[in-house]
């Protein structure tokens, strides 16, 4: 359930006249770490909530807590009669039921639903539990602790760790609206990354010269290497963080999302499972590349996880092979020569005629799916004379030593 509310409650007032001290632990030194957070308020006995500063870090599949804790005179007022709710930002005044609790009495909402719990670490923690952790939960969340009479906020952020890539499909550059974007990173297993993602991104070297959709429907690009065609090198009109000679995130700001179109920036994380190239004896067209995997016990790899794999798994491999969209990519941790340039990354080789049999292909394997064909299993002909994709009938297929 998505409902508005007014950006500045009575609570974030109250706060600030009561001259509330907040005395924190230093950030922490791991992920998933609790913060404490310690709070000390005059002899009102009004309700107090704090959450810790800054944001806590997670990733796809993991566990993380977003810490909150709450004061007030329990001696006058019992904590049964206090209501926790947390709720996600959705918009700038629009919110997402995601959990609450009165006493006994506990509710998650939608996809938190079996994810979401109250950490219940004594009287006064409203801290909550969030398991196998989504790309969707990225985002902020509010902790808001209601009495009879008053009620008090507090805001914590969920950023994930992973990746950010670029992205266009098969029909070519700038053909997207800001919802044909969403269902394209979606497609590759990835969401609209975020402007806060895409200057990370830009900081840790990204250079991409075609502007793209963000979750915010703004259109950005980043710069990494300033130069004429992408936004000048520098100087009065080079909009966007970071702008200048050293280049910078370039921002066309809020644009039509339904009627103007452009790329897109997508964000993924973690992988559960395993990507890993496949060379069969032959090179496959693409008709053949789906096939060639599911010999192996996994489907084509997406674009998303061909990044997640090559960012956090560190997979390099200096050959091209067909992903899930028809393109031909490869990744690259360690630069060297005939491996496409001198910085790491996913090459990528566009979209190639889909017949050409020039490709191995780069395959996902789910975390638990076994492997059908180890020690070099394939799919082929039985009387020989061919391999995936060539001129006899797909169907005939059987499992052969490779």
Request: charged fraction near 20%; include cysteine; aromatic fraction near 10%.
């Amino acid at each position: 359930m998505v409902c508005a509310r007014a950006a500045l409650g009575p609570g974030a007032l109250w706060a600030a006249a009561w001259g509330v001290l907040l005395l924190t632990a230093a950030a922490e030194a791991q992920r998933g770490r609790k913060k404490v957070v310690h709070v000390l308020e005059g002899e009102s006995g009004s309700v107090v909530v704090q959450t810790a500063p800054g944001q806590v870090v997670s990733h796809r599949g993991g566990t993380i807590v977003l810490p909150c804790r709450y004061h007030y005179e329990a001696a006058t007022h019992g904590h049964d009669g206090v209501r926790l709710k947390w709720t996600k930002v959705v918009d700038p005044l629009a919110f997402a039921d995601v959990f609450v609790a009165l006493g006994p009495q506990h509710r998650a909402f939608g996809s938190y639903r079996g994810r979401a719990e109250l950490q219940g670490d004594g009287p006064g923690d409203a801290s909550l539990v969030l398991r196998n952790v989504t790309l969707q939960d990225y985002g902020r969340y509010e902790c808001e602790v209601t009495n009879e009479l008053e009620d008090d906020t507090g805001m914590v952020k969920l950023d994930l760790e992973g990746v950010v890539f670029p992205y266009h499909p098969r029909g070519g550059r700038y053909k997207l609206t800001f919802a044909e974007a969403q269902r394209a990173c979606a497609e590759q297993d990835g969401i609209l990354a975020s402007s806060e993602q895409l200057h990370a991104a830009w900081r840790d070297g990204l250079d991409w010269c075609n502007a793209g959709w963000l979750r915010d429907g703004s259109v950005q690009y980043p710069v990494s290497q300033p130069r004429e065609p992408c936004g000048g090198l520098g100087g009065a009109g080079n909009a966007g963080a970071g702008g200048g000679a050293s280049g910078g995130v370039r921002n066309y700001g809020y644009r039509h999302n339904a009627e103007e179109r452009y790329d897109a920036f997508c964000f993924t994380s973690n992988l559960p499972g395993r990507v890993f190239f496949l060379k069969p004896l032959r090179p496959v067209p693409f008709s053949g590349a789906a096939r060639a995997c599911a010999a192996r016990g996994a489907a084509v790899a997406k674009v998303g996880q061909l990044f997640a794999a090559w960012k956090l798994q560190l997979l390099d491999r200096c050959t091209a092979g067909w992903l899930a969209d028809g393109s031909a990519r490869y990744p690259i941790v360690n630069p060297r020569a005939r491996c496409g340039g001198r910085r790491p990354g996913v090459r990528s080789l566009g979209f190639p005629d889909a017949s050409r049999r020039l490709f191995g292909v780069y395959c996902y394997r789910a975390p638990g799916a076994p492997d059908p064909a180890p020690g070099g299993w394939g799919w082929g002909w039985a009387g020989g004379g061919g391999w995936a994709g060539g001129a006899r009938d797909p169907a005939a297929w059987t499992p052969l030593r490779v």
